[in-house]
T-cell receptor, first 114, second 113 residues
Framework: DVKVTQSSRYLVKRTGEKVFLECVQD?????MFWYRQDPGLGLRLIYF???????EKGDIPEGYSVSREKKERFSLILESASTNQTSMYLC?????????????FGSGTQLSVL | GENVEQHPSTLSVQEGDSAVIKCTYS??????FPWYKQELGKRPQLIID?????GEKKDQRIAVTLNKTAKHFSLHITETQPEDSAVYFC????????????FGGGTRVLVKP
């Protein structure tokens, strides 16, 4: 079974802090994704990675960066957290391992920026 | 890029009735359309999908239909049960528009016993 683990379920940070959200998958999958979920806006793609050290911007990359030093780990970085980044963050990989269609999500991290 | 609109945003049905959620997409190159279900406090999970070379697909009480000409697709849930209460998301995938999934805004479905 695919397993996608996000390190924190809830996180509270202050405006201006640097925030790291961690995601680990155990299936040696190529593609990993970071989405944010906001009521009424659905899931919006922030960044994705198709290989180690490779990344592509999604639809809303502003204010975020990512890191993929190892294949199993994909980190989302908020360089200077702002209140409008309060959201649910979901990491995902593709069920097939190589595609970008059938996503399997982690449990999510609810981030509050005060 | 792709734009996916989903309606309604909330849907309340009586147990046993049918529920229908509709989505429209903008990119005619989109060719894969999945539906995700997210129960309260849980992760979104893929429940059914359809490709552009198929007009309809069924899996027990759920079905999806696709109208490529009109660029819309729908999720149908028959004989609704309380465990169908969740938020449902449609999505469209286009290899031409960044090779990624674009999601609709979600529909909160409440099945009243």
């Amino acid at each position: 079974d695919v397993k996608v683990t996000q390190s924190s379920r809830y996180l509270v940070k202050r405006t201006g802090e640097k925030v790291f959200l961690e995601c680990v998958q155990d299936m040696d999958h190529e593609n990993m994704f970071w989405y944010r979920q906001d009521p009424g806006l659905g899931l919006r793609l922030i960044y994705f990675s198709y290989d180690v050290k490779m990344k592509e911007k999604g639809d809303i990359p502003e204010g975020y960066s990512v890191s993929r030093e190892k294949k199993e780990r994909f980190s989302l970085i908020l360089e200077s957290a702002s209140t409008n980044q309060t959201s649910m963050y979901l990491c995902a990989t593709d069920l097939t391992g190589t595609g970008r269609e059938k996503l399997f999500f982690g449990s999510g991290t609810q981030l509050s920026v005060l | 890029g792709e734009n996916v609109e989903q309606h309604p945003s909330t849907l309340s049905v009586q147990e046993g009735d049918s529920a229908v959620i509709k989505c429209t997409y903008s990119d005619s190159a989109s060719n894969y359309f999945p539906w995700y279900k997210q129960e309260l406090g849980k992760r979104p999970q893929l429940i059914i999908d359809i490709r552009s070379n198929v007009g309809e697909k069924k899996d027990q009480r759920i079905a999806v239909t696709l109208n490529k000409t009109a660029k819309h697709f729908s999720l149908h849930i028959t004989e609704t049960q309380p465990e169908d209460s969740a938020v449902y998301f449609c999505a469209a995938h286009s290899k031409a528009a960044g090779n990624k999934l674009t999601f609709g805004g979600g529909t909160r479905v409440l099945v009243k016993p």
